[in-house]
């Protein structure tokens, strides 16, 4: 009898990796759309981020605007190329790294993660966690991401700021290979992780509220269907209605614990020494 529970547990311990390859093309997937839904918006955040004096302060619908008067509508997407590729990597890391950190988190803490509670990630892969896991695990996400992330977004702000009024109306790059090449030429491979320990000062807290909060709001929807009935939802599944609730109170508390670190790593990550204008003052150190 003793021998048959190891052959489960042991077989359903090397399984995961099954589900871990299921998150990473979810994640996938899911990132690109993402991505190009919301990059306009992006695109505004950065050039708000690097105005450096009150005097060129701008609100959004004005950098809006004026980006699309002055450079047309595609400046809103200028970088894309970058993220695109890495986005989606990014985000198959994501999804990867969460729940292959749960599979572990809930190992380590009960010896057996075949053993359902009220707290589960799917209805079919039912882990026995408490509530800081589901931010553990986000910590996990946060110090994998950063190391892709960091890179990734250096060459997109570069890219995405091109155009702007001062210095950078100097069209430096021609798409993110060149910038990527005149980057490490002028800085070096270091030169591509400038700004990261702030990237991964908002890459942790992120992640960590993103998927405390989510998971926390599916329990109590969960909950709150089985009372009212509301959209007669049967058993553990949530319907669409519910996860997109809880992903966007998730996205907002994420930003809410991250928005300042993602402020101070911008700045010096558009920071360049190549030339055209090489030689010109760096405000920041890192």
């Known amino acids: 009898m003793t021998d048959v529970k190891k052959k489960d547990q042991s077989k359903n311990f090397f399984n995961f990796p099954l589900q871990t390859w299921e998150y990473f093309t979810a994640g996938a997937i899911a990132g690109i ?4 839904s919301g990059y306009p918006f992006d695109t505004v955040k950065v050039r708000m981020q690097t105005e450096m004096t009150n005097a060129t302060k701008r609100p959004p619908l ?14 809103l ?12 990597f990014i985000q198959a ?34 882990l026995k ?18 190391i892709v992330a960091s890179p990734v977004e250096l060459i997109k702000s570069k890219l ?30 270091q030169g591509l992780y400038r700004g990261y320990t702030m990237t991964l000062a908002r890459e942790i807290p992120s992640y960590a509220a993103y998927f405390w909060v989510y998971e926390e709001l599916k329990v109590w929807f969960l909950k709150f269907e089985s009372k009212t009935k509301l959209f007669g939802t049967k058993g553990t599944d949530l319907n669409a209605f519910y996860l997109l ?14 928005y300042p670190q993602d402020v101070i790593k911008t700045r010096p990550q558009i920071q360049t020494s190549e030339a055209p204008g090489a030689g010109q003052v760096k405000p920041y150190k890192g």
């Open 62 to 75: 004005a950098v809006f605007f004026q980006t699309i008067r002055q450079e047309g509508p595609l400046a």
């Open 33 to 36: 759309a993402g991505l190009l």
């Open 160 to 189: 995405q700021i091109q155009g702007e009024a001062g210095a950078q109306k100097v069209k430096r790059y021609s798409g993110p290979i060149d910038t990527l090449f005149k980057t490490v030429r002028a800085d070096g491979i």
């Open 77 to 88: 997407y200028k970088g894309v190329a970058s993220p695109l590729v890495g986005e989606g």
């Open 93 to 126: 890391i994501v999804f990867g790294t969460y729940g292959f950190a749960l599979q572990v988190i809930s190992t380590f803490r009960n010896q057996n993660p075949s053993h359902s509670t009220d707290s589960t990630i799917t209805s079919s892969s039912p």
């Open 245 to 258: 609730t809880a992903g966007g109170l998730a996205g907002v508390a994420s930003w809410v614990v991250s």
């Open 129 to 146: 966690l408490k509530s800081i896991d589901y931010a553990n695990a986000g910590c996990w996400v946060g110090l994998a991401c950063s």
